[in-house]
């Protein structure tokens, strides 16, 4: 593993065409929204597609979806009491070795960080007989504590360039759920629910990676390309009935590696030079922007077409 050296900073250029980005479980998972219309997908989804994708590379992820685990936990308690040594450093209360066998462990941790909560032992306390019993005192001798770990790996959320259609759909069966006794061939009420879609959004969201967070947990040279690949190609293995195949594309992944370990720009500044137009009132697709990035003396990003 090399060290990385040099502070990089990144934007990636998403389409979405007649699918659902990012639903909204508090508003019956239409496409978010802000209040003047534009699209939104939460940091929070970027961040669970790029872990999904460092998945399909081999790479140990801890924070695995239940529906796609390539191991037998169904917490993040098991998967953490799984690891011997980590869950051993744990419970003795050896807040650094944990950490650091904890990035060592899990690609994911070491990039965006990651909060344990665990009880661990008192020191000098042990649990004493009763007087008169042979039973074990059952006072709990551990006291909780956390580790919380910075990564340096940092997402925004993603905006539309434009103000996005919503189209809303009711969703009808034609087929019972379950027999009915009475009237085996009466048919039960058609209507299922809703379900949403952008006609079309072109959505932007931009990142940085820090070389002093990665160089506490551990975080490579290697590690940044392996995101950098995840970006690229986002939307692979994440197809469903709100997202059909195709339905979400990455089109641009600009990646900013500056020469120094802080950087030779403000992060502020880098995004800044990105400008994505539309060129017409009613954009449709990717031809249908003007897309543009201001040089900046000394540093110039590498352009990634979306796979």
């Not at 066998?101 to 009763?130: M, N, T």
């Not at 990564?151 to 759909?169: K, N, Q, R, W, Y």
């Not at 590690?223 to 641009?252: H, Q, W, Y």
Request: charge should be neutral; proline fraction near 5%; aromatic fraction near 8%.
């Amino acid at each position: 593993m090399t060290q990385l050296e040099n502070k990089i900073d990144f934007a990636v250029i998403v389409s979405a065409k007649n699918a659902n980005p990012n639903g909204d479980p508090l508003n019956g998972n239409c496409p978010r929204t802000t209040y003047e219309g534009i699209g939104e997908m939460s940091d929070v989804c970027i961040k669970r597609k790029i872990r999904n994708r460092l998945q399909d590379m081999d790479n140990c992820i801890f924070v695995q979806s239940v529906d796609r685990r390539s191991d037998n936990y169904l917490s993040l308690k098991a998967r953490a009491d799984g690891c011997e040594p980590f869950k051993k450093a744990l419970t003795d209360g050896k807040k650094d070795d944990a950490e650091k066998l904890a990035c060592e462990r899990w690609i994911d941790v070491r990039s965006f960080g990651q909060v344990f909560a665990y009880k661990a032992k008192k020191p000098g306390k042990k649990a004493s007989k009763k007087q008169d019993s042979t039973e074990v005192d059952q006072t709990d001798n551990s006291e909780p504590v956390s580790i919380g770990i910075r990564g340096p790996v940092s997402i925004h959320p993603a905006f539309s360039v434009d103000p996005v259609e919503i189209t809303a759909l009711q969703i009808t069966k034609s087929v019972n759920g379950e027999t009915n006794e009475k009237d085996p061939y009466k048919k039960a009420p058609d209507t299922m629910g809703m379900k949403y879609r952008v006609d079309f959004g072109m959505y932007v969201f931009y990142g940085s990676i820090n070389c002093q967070l990665a160089e506490k947990t551990g975080f490579s040279t290697e590690d940044a390309e392996s995101i950098r690949k995840a970006l690229v190609t986002l939307f692979e293995n994440d197809s469903s009935s709100a997202r059909p195949e195709g339905s979400m594309e990455v089109c641009k992944v600009f990646w900013w590696k500056h020469n120094s370990r802080s950087g030779q720009y403000s992060s502020a500044k880098v995004h800044r030079t990105l400008h994505v137009l539309p060129k017409t009132d009613v954009p449709k697709s990717i031809e249908d922007y003007e897309i543009t990035v201001d040089m900046l003396e000394g540093l110039e990003p590498e352009i990634f077409e979306g796979t």
